[in-house]
């Protein structure tokens, strides 16, 4: 059977996938940068409430999760916050542990995460937190088999240029078919590439300052029914 664990190279403590020569989360600031990008690029937390699905490409160390789950505690609004993921290279736990290690902010909640952390388990249910969900393997396979749709996306797969495989129009179609009227979509990157392909799959898309050393984003929202 293929090995499909995540392939860690540690960079001045950064964890670096491997297979793609690129780092999980931001040099300057990974919190930060998942503030801004994927929260204030859905209108999150101003949006939670009710049953709130956000679903994502990538899982890498869950710190989008973690960072997530704390600003859905800090919103307090009823209701419940799943989280669907969908990952090739889930990493290893001991790996996980030592990337979040980097966030004293978050470690209740990489404490219990990385209690729980079976990713061929199916959902788990956090403490006091959201119904997590990892689906391992090619997501373009395992996307369109998805049966929800989301009220947000975080797009988060390696870089277009490495991992070309998470932004190939057919699977940016088919997160437009798994996103809920009124639903969006956020990404750290703003290919002229992804964006056509968002704006083919049926999102209003928007190009916004980005985090960082990055100039741009990319916000999309997929129209209200009529």
């Known amino acids: 059977m293929t090995d499909q664990r995540a392939r ?37 937390p101003a949006r939670f409430g009710g049953n709130f699905q956000v679903a994502e490409l990538g899982f890498g160390t869950g710190l989008n999760l973690l960072v997530t789950w704390a600003a859905w ?5 009823p209701g419940t916050l799943s989280f669907t993921s969908f990952e090739a ?36 249910q956090l403490p006091n937190g959201p119904m ?9 396979e395992t996307l369109p088999a ?8 975080f797009l988060d797969g390696f870089s277009p240029a490495k991992n070309p495989e998470l932004w190939e129009p057919t699977l940016l179609a088919a997160v437009g078919t798994h996103t809920k ?22 999102f209003e898309v928007t190009r916004v300052a980005g985090f960082g050393r990055k100039r741009h984003m990319t916000r999309a929202r997929m129209p209200d029914a009529k």
């Open 8 to 44: 860690i190279e540690w960079r001045d403590g950064v964890p670096i996938a491997q297979a793609f020569d690129d780092p999980y989360y931001s040099l300057d600031n990974g919190v930060a940068e998942t503030q801004h990008v994927f929260l204030a690029g859905n209108d999150l």
């Open 73 to 77: 505690d800090k919103a307090g609004q």
């Open 89 to 124: 290279f889930p990493m290893a736990a001991d790996d996980m542990a030592a990337a979040l290690g980097h966030f004293a902010e978050l470690a209740p909640y990489a404490k219990a995460l990385l209690a729980a952390w079976k990713p061929q388990s199916g959902a788990i």
């Open 132 to 140: 997590l969900e990892v689906i391992t393997g090619d997501a373009r």
């Open 146 to 153: 998805w049966d929800k749709q989301a009220n947000a996306w």
């Open 181 to 202: 009227r009124g639903g969006t979509a956020a990404t750290y990157s703003a290919a002229g590439a992804v964006r056509q392909a968002l704006s083919g799959a049926g």
